[in-house]
C-alpha cells in the first residue's frame, strides 16, 4: 500500500530556512495526484502548506506563499519543502500526503505520513 | 483564520449517534473530506466526497450536506472513536483550508 515517510531536522534556528523530504513508497509519484505538506502547531489545528503535482504544477497556502517552495523528484519518489525566514510561529508537526484534487469539488489527503516534530529555536 | 467552522467539543455516550458540523460558505461548491486524528498520531481520512468511505473505515462513519453546512454523524459511537476531527475543503478563493477541528469524547 502508499506509505509516506517524513525525514529533516528537528532543530531549525530562527531566520533560517526549513528543509524537509517526503519518501513515497508504494506508488508512482508520476502516476497521479497531487502531493502536499501540512503542518500542525503543538496542540492546534492543522494548516495546509502546498501542493505539487509530478508536472510540477503547484498550489501554495496564500499565507505562507511567500516563503514557500515545494519540489517533486519523482526519480527518487519523493517531494520536498522549504520554507525561509522561519520563526518560533512555524514550530509545528509537519505532516505530508497524498492529495486528491479532483472536479466535481472532491478533494482529500489520503494516506498521511507519521509526521515529524520541527522546532525553530536558537 | 479558518473559513470552515466546527464547534469545539462535543460528547456521546457509548453506543449513541454523534453529528460533527463544518460550516462554511465554500461547502456549496466544494464537498468536504473529514479527519480522524488520536493524540500523538497522523489524521485518518474517514470520509469524502459526497458520502465515500475509504477501505478500512468502518460504516458508522457517514457524510452528508445541507447548504453551507457539512456533517459527520457516527452512528452507534464506540470508544476508539474518542478523537479529535477536522473537515476540509477549499475556501471562496479556491484555497485548501481545514476546519477549526471538534474534540468527540466517547462517555
Known amino acids: 500500500q502508499v506509505q509516506l515517510h517524513e525525514s529533516g531536522p528537528g532543530l531549525v534556528k530562527p531566520s533560517e530556512t526549513l528543509s524537509l523530504t517526503c519518501a513515497v513508497s508504494?506508488?508512482?509519484?508520476?502516476?497521479?495526484?497531487?502531493w502536499g505538506w501540512i503542518r500542525q502547531p503543538p496542540g492546534k489545528g492543522l494548516e495546509w502548506i502546498g501542493s505539487?503535482?509530478?508536472?510540477?504544477?503547484?498550489y501554495y497556502n496564500p499565507s505562507l506563499n511567500s516563503r514557500v517552495i515545494i519540489s517533486v523528484d519523482t526519480s527518487k519518489k519523493q517531494f520536498s519543502l522549504n520554507l525561509n525566514s522561519v520563526t518560533a510561529a512555524d514550530t509545528a508537526v509537519y505532516f505530508c500526503?497524498?492529495?486528491?484534487?479532483?472536479?466535481?469539488?472532491?478533494?482529500?489527503?489520503?494516506?498521511w505520513g507519521q509526521g515529524t516534530l520541527v522546532i525553530v529555536s536558537s | 483564520s479558518s473559513e470552515l467552522t466546527q464547534d469545539p467539543a462535543v460528547s456521546v455516550a457509548l453506543g449513541q449517534t454523534v453529528r460533527i458540523t463544518c460550516q462554511g460558505v465554500s461547502l456549496r461548491s466544494y464537498y468536504a473530506s473529514w479527519y480522524q486524528q488520536k493524540p500523538g498520531q497522523a489524521p485518518v481520512l474517514v470520509i469524502y466526497g459526497k458520502n465515500n468511505r475509504p477501505s478500512g473505515i468502518p460504516d458508522r462513519f457517514s457524510g452528508s450536506i445541507s447548504g453551507n453546512t457539512a456533517s459527520l454523524t457516527i452512528t452507534g459511537a464506540q470508544a476508539e472513536d474518542e478523537a479529535d476531527y477536522y473537515c476540509?475543503?477549499?475556501?471562496?478563493?479556491?484555497?485548501?483550508?481545514f476546519g477549526t477541528g471538534t474534540k468527540v469524547t466517547v462517555l
Open positions: 505539487i503535482h509530478h508536472s510540477g504544477s503547484t
Open positions: 500526503a497524498r492529495h486528491q484534487i479532483g472536479v466535481a469539488g472532491v478533494n482529500w489527503f489520503d494516506p
Open positions: 476540509n475543503s477549499r475556501d471562496s478563493s479556491g484555497n485548501h483550508v
Open positions: 508504494g506508488y508512482s509519484i508520476s502516476s497521479g495526484y497531487y
